[in-house]
């Protein structure tokens, strides 16, 4: 019963996340001292990814993620020196950020 209350308000978050980021036409980003401007569309349910360092990501990609109640989209895809998978993600509330995968 804990497994159904803790899926249903995940869902619920990233609806919610969702629905927030379907309200805002276009988002500001700084990254790396360049302005990109990102034009945001409405993603359905199946498009927008739970983020997991289990799974991987393409560019373009819809991520949400539970920690930062936040969603964002997949920029870059890559390998960290040291050999580690990595991506380059631009968050709506907290901004550009990079996050490990496997």
Partial sequence: MAKAKTSASTSKA??????KVAKQDKALLAAEGEEIIITKEAKSDSEVKEYS???????????Y???????????????TEDGIKK???AFEKVGLKTLRMS
Wanted: without cysteine; glycine residues 8%; charged residues 35%.
């Fill in 87 to 89: 991506v380059k993600i």
């Fill in 14 to 19: 990233a609806k919610d996340t969702k629905s």
């Fill in 65 to 79: 993620h539970k920690v930062w109640d936040d969603t964002g989209e997949v920029l870059e895809v890559g390998i």
């Fill in 53 to 63: 360092v289990n799974k991987t990501y393409k560019k373009g990609e819809t991520v």
